[in-house]
């Protein structure tokens, strides 16, 4: 038993709304997403939607339910029908899923709901199982309010896109049910928002695409109405052929069939003109050719079916007459489970059956429309064609018609209607004007249409004909307003309103003192006879009420038929000999990973498969999967060339029809055309839309491909420019608007925009144009390590992902042309590098030479400070040269503090434990950065040699893509620090010092370092004090005491950067040595670039990356990383990082390489001349 009913709690109060808003927003967004797939649903309906539900689930509550009986008997009660039943019975097979244990069954988050409802709200214990029937009713309204409310938005806009608030409100307010529903829980107003009550009522006019889109519009309700008549009036009849022969229902419904496939196949033929008409040459302004469509089906004389079915009408109206006398077909109607369903094939059918008359006659007024409107000659004279082939066809209904058809109200239809408009709400606004006395809420704040007015008897329940009273009475969709009319003006005395709300209709059968009689009974109420003045007035009234009372009804009985057919409509697709993408899957062309849940994309994770699939899945017509466009197209050039993909892509756009068009057995078939209807809707366009949308995200991130091949690129452009389909033009507009920004971005990095000005310059020593004195001791070593962090993130930030991939770096014949920048940033840090260990050992003077070992550990420390890691490990480098390493007397006499500090950024630079105390660092940072490369390089080449490129057991052409996605996320995490740039003044008189550096000059490496090594011994004699030398510098060797450590550039960037980098904001203003950015077509060659054109390729120089990589991977070792296929987690460290196998033994003196970040091996060349032997 229920308690006695409490207030209700209010969810979104101030004092809740921060514990509840929000919650069921996401689960309403996927229930529209599954009523209407193709729709889309603004946040601010959604909200207001959450409200809704919200507000009924608080009158739930506040009913103080213990039980599942509990809240029936409350649904019962409270619920207006049909929604009580349809959403008990929804609700109850939700259960029966919960307790088969299927999952899936709620989208709303049932268990957090119930933890704070038995929190908040419940003042007593209550079971999980009550709450979860509850949330299963809410689903059902949700479903039935969104889906309403996307019928609205289709039946009244096209193209039918974005559901918001106003849909809702006036979807809502058009049904009675959900308003009697909501209606009590809103204070007794309307759902409708009061501003369509302002909008103008001044008739606008009409121009040929107004003109048009009403046609499409009134033909798409009038096809449903027909479906509405023969799917819910007509089958009942066909249920039963012993009461109910065939030539009784040809009768009632004539050939209404044949006119449903004729609509059908003009709106089709009707959205065919529109498409070609959006597809012609821009150049062309062209309006659909309407006139066109008209005259072939006047030549056809398809419209003469019209006259057929109006000559039988009449004896349709009889046969009906007829059926009624009949006891048995009385009892069969009654015995239908839909409510007042024997009222409705009485007085509703007859009514309804007029319908497709007055329809042909609108085919006439539309023609003479669009003649008037039309801005083409060839419409123009099609037009007049049709309607002069036609006017046979308008004469013989005239005639026909002349002897029943009434004269049609614009705003009273059956069925088709437009319920909620501006005009029916100022007429309900100006009939309360006209009410004296009228007391309670504004009409139109709880009505919206008027329906009918009239006059009446008036009497009690039980009362007879001779005891009533005349009445003014004004049918309203939600209360019935009966009158006195007042002799002295056009005015009305208010004398009773009935609520509509859960009134029951009631036929009385004729009796001499009940004749034209009916009844309508409010619950708990007594009734009130209603006395009309003759037959075809009840008829009248009757069918009106009863179209009020199962309007909702039938609605959403035809829904659910129409859901039911659409599970059984065949699915089209292309055959798969003319359209490759339409293979079935098969373990011939794709496999899936065994992983359940895909976290990064929405489908399932491809693990292998052929290119001709992965491009199906790259452009899937059923969902859009970022994730695996964004790995994708990082990747794909390790399996396929940039060409080809486009010829793919282009060829997965192109997609044939899989049936004949032209054929008229097709044409006018229902069930045919709906699934062609289907195919372009659900199959063409999304696969379209999602082509252009991986284009454009080619050209936004991967432009490098297009600048490297300008064939490529005129190849895009002619099919970007060739697709004409209208309802693409904007994402067109967009990837053109693209190409040109990427064209003419020749000078990027002046589109930076910080929060504020960089810093100046820190001068010390030297002074800005006294570049000879430049060196590590005159120059201030914050503003060495900006300079050098400026460089450095320069090139770095100019690498594209192309140059990672498949490990190009490491192939001898195409490493130039593959990985351009990553070898230039390879051979600027090696030659930073073997710079500082030439000053420091060519610094001879022992003071000097500890003053400037000091110096570089600052500048190690500003580096670090910068989250410049690569800087690092290059200064790093070359403290561990062997030149280097040996000079212990110099090292022991820089300052404990200094020497404390270096060993702290050791540590960070060490590789031990797979580089994880620089991981540590480097996940505790925030953006600008430049990680040190040679990890994530290292990573690469194990990813590579890891896992084959194939599929064991299957074909050559199958594709590992598990192990592309591996790779990309390595790709990913290198783009993200590539993102953003730092806000650092440039100094070119600096960046010319560093750059013009050229430590070993034509030596090789081995020359190189012999020759550094014996300056070592020269200077630093081993067992020997240093040599004394005097000293070359007269200033104090002591470092700047001002150490502005705030103003190391760390200032952010105002541009928001998303998941993926835009390489936009390349390389900075007015220096010729910067890198190429990726989105310049012509790039001037740096001095790098120059000073190792001359030099052979087949001999090694310091520019070139390090011969041998310092973790070398011993493929017959047992520490060869596993093969992803066969163990998911290679990287037991970190989500991308293999386990680096173990350092091989050391000779008795390795020679020091400078970094050796990436591990490109070294070029051949000729034997360099024998020195003499070291001593060690």
Request: charged residues 25%; aromatic residues 10%; negative net charge.
């Amino acid at each position: 038993m229920m308690s006695t009913v409490r207030a209700p709690y209010e969810f979104l109060s101030e004092d809740n709304r921060s514990k509840w808003e929000g919650v069921l927003q996401p689960a309403l967004t996927k229930i529209q997403k599954q009523v209407h797939p193709r729709q889309e649903i603004e946040e601010k309906a959604v909200a207001f939607l959450e409200e809704l539900i919200f507000e009924l689930l608080a009158q739930i509550c506040a009913a103080q339910v213990h039980t599942i009986a509990d809240v029936e008997a409350h649904v019962q009660n409270n619920f207006t029908a049909p929604i009580d039943t349809w959403a008990l019975t929804d609700a109850q097979l939700t259960m029966d899923k919960l307790v088969a244990k299927k999952k899936g069954v709620f989208m709303f988050p049932v268990e957090r709901i119930y933890q704070q409802l038995q929190k908040d709200v419940f003042d007593y214990k209550i079971e999980l199982n009550v709450v979860q029937f509850i949330m299963a009713i809410l689903d059902y309204i949700s479903a039935d309010i969104l889906k309403l409310a996307g019928n609205f938005v289709k039946n009244t806009r096209k193209p039918a896109i974005y559901i918001n608030t106003t849909d809702i409100r006036v979807s809502m307010a058009a049904d009675p049910a959900l308003q009697a529903l909501f209606q009590p829980l809103q204070g007794g107003h309307s759902l409708i928002v009061p501003y369509l009550l302002e909008e103008t009522t001044v008739v606008k006019v009409s121009s040929y695409s107004d003109n048009l889109r009403d046609l499409l519009e009134g033909e798409a309700q009038y096809i449903r109405f027909m479906s509405l008549i023969l799917k819910l009036f007509k089958e009942p009849f066909q249920q039963r052929p012993a009461l109910f022969p065939q030539t009784t229902i040809d009768t009632i419904f004539g050939n209404l069939t044949e006119l449903h496939e004729l609509a059908v196949q003009f709106q089709c033929s009707l959205e065919e003109c529109i498409e070609m008409s959006a597809e012609a040459d821009k150049d062309k302004e062209r309006h659909p050719l309407a006139g066109f469509v008209f005259e072939d089906l006047a030549e056809q004389e398809e419209f003469s079916a019209y006259c057929t079915y109006a000559s039988n009408y009449m004896l349709a109206v009889v046969k009906l007459e007829e059926l009624f006398e009949d006891p048995e077909v009385v009892e069969y109607l009654k015995a239908q489970q839909t409510p007042l369903f024997k009222e409705a094939i009485q007085y509703i059918l007859p009514k309804s059956l007029l319908e497709p008359i007055y329809h042909c006659f609108h085919y006439f007024e539309v023609m003479t429309g669009l003649k008037h409107n039309t801005k083409s000659e060839e419409d123009q004279e099609a037009l007049e064609s049709a309607m002069a082939m036609m006017l046979t066809i308008k004469l013989e209904l005239e005639r026909e018609c002349a002897r029943f058809l009434p004269k049609r109200k614009d705003d009273m239809g059956m069925f088709i209607q437009r319920f909620g408009s501006s005009v029916s709400l100022m007429k309900v606004s100006q009939l309360q004007e006209k009410i004296e006395g009228w007391e309670g809420p504004d009409l139109n704040t709880t009505c919206s249409e008027l329906l009918m007015e009239g006059t009446l008897g008036v009497a009690k329940e039980g009362s007879r004909r001779a005891h009533k009273s005349d009445r003014y009475v004004f049918l309203l969709d939600g209360l019935c307003v009966c009158c006195k009319r007042k002799r002295a003006s056009d005015g009305y005395r208010l004398k009773e309103v009935i609520s509509m709300r859960k009134v029951k209709l009631i036929d009385i059968e004729e009796a001499e003192d009940m004749k034209f009689a009916f009844q309508l009974s409010p619950p708990d109420q007594p009734g009130t006879v209603f006395f009309a003045n003759s037959k075809p007035d009840k008829n009248e009234w009757v069918a009106a009420l009863t179209h009020l009372l199962t309007r909702s009804t039938f609605e959403r009985m035809l829904d659910a038929k129409l859901s039911e057919e659409e599970s059984v409509i065949p699915v089209l697709r292309p055959s798969p000999n003319v359209y490759r993408f339409a293979e079935e899957d098969s373990d011939e062309n794709i496999m899936f990973d065994d992983v359940k849940d895909n976290t990064q994309g929405q489908g399932q994770l491809i693990k292998a498969g052929t290119i001709h699939k992965l491009v199906e899945r790259l452009t899937y017509h059923e969902y859009a999967d970022p994730a695996f466009v964004r790995t994708f197209l990082v990747t794909y050039r390790s399996f396929c060339k940039p060409s080809e993909l486009l010829n793919l892509l282009i060829q997965r756009h192109q997609i044939p029809n899989p049936i004949d068009l032209d054929d008229p057995d097709v044409r006018r078939d229902p069930l045919k055309m709906k699934a062609y209807k289907r195919f372009k809707t659900n199959y063409v366009s999304p696969i379209q839309l999602r082509v252009l949308n991986v284009i454009r995200h080619w050209i936004e991130f991967h432009f490098y491909d297009f600048v490297n091949d300008p064939t490529l690129l005129t190849s895009l452009k002619q099919f970007v420019d060739s697709v004409k389909t209208k309802s693409m033009q904007k994402l067109v507009a967009s990837i053109q608007r693209a190409f040109q920004k990427k064209e003419e971005e020749t000078a990027p990095s002046e589109l930076l925009v910080f929060d504020k000005d960089p810093e100046p310059t820190l001068w010390f020593i030297a002074k800005p144009t006294a570049t000879d004195e430049f060196n590590f001791l005159t120059l201030h070593p914050i503003e060495i390590a900006r300079q050098l962090t400026l460089l450095q993130s320069e090139y770095f930030r100019a690498i594209h992902p192309s140059e990672l991939v498949d490990a190009s770096w490491m192939k001898e014949e195409r490493k130039e042309s593959a990985s351009p920048n990553l070898l230039k940033l390879n051979r600027f840090e090696t030659k930073v590098s073997n710079w500082i260990t030439k000053e420091i050992v060519y610094t001879e003077n022992f003071e000097e030479r500890v003053a400037l070992v000091s110096r570089l550990i600052d500048i190690m420390e500003v580096l670090k400070d910068l989250n410049n890691f690569a800087g690092m490990f290059v200064v790093n480098a070359a403290f561990e040269s062997s030149a280097v390493y040996r000079l212990k007397n110099t090292l022991g006499a820089v300052p404990s503090k200094k020497l404390n500090i270096f060993e702290d950024m050791k540590v960070i630079s060490s590789s031990e434990n797979n580089f994880s105390k620089y991981k540590e660092r480097l996940r505790n940072i925030n953006p600008p950065c430049v990680p040190f490369l040679g990890m994530y390089l290292s990573w690469i080449v194990f990813i590579k040699d890891g896992n084959e490129n194939k599929i064991v057991g299957k074909p050559e052409h199958f594709i590992n893509f598990k192990k592309r996605r591996i790779l990309a996320n390595v790709l990913h995490e290198i783009q993200q620090y590539q993102n953003t740039p730092y806000c650092i003044k440039s100094d070119p008189n600096i960046r010319k010092w560093i750059v013009d550096q050229d430590p070993t000059g034509d030596m090789t490496t081995n020359q190189w370092e012999e020759q550094a090594y014996e300056q070592s011994r020269t200077i630093e004699p081993k067992d020997q004090p240093p040599k004394k030398v005097p000293r070359k510098y007269k200033f104090d060797l002591r470092p700047p005491q001002d150490k502005p450590w705030n103003t190391l550039g760390f200032v952010r960037n105002k541009r928001s950067h998303p998941s993926i980098p835009s390489f936009q904001e390349e390389g900075g203003p007015g220096d010729p040595e910067v890198p190429s950015s990726p989105t310049t077509l012509t790039a001037s060659p740096t001095p790098l670039e120059d000073s190792t054109r001359t030099r052979s390729i087949s001999t090694p120089n310091l520019h070139d990356p390090p011969p041998i990589p310092r973790k070398p991977i011993h493929r017959n070792s047992s520490t060869m990383l596993p093969n992803v296929e066969e163990n998911e987690d290679p990287f037991p460290s970190s989500p991308f990082c293999p386990p680096l196998p173990p350092k091989p033994p050391a000779p008795p003196r390795p020679p020091r390489t400078d970094l050796a970040p990436p591990p490109i091996p070294a070029r051949t060349e000729p034997p360099a001349p024998p020195l003499p032997p070291r001593q060690r």
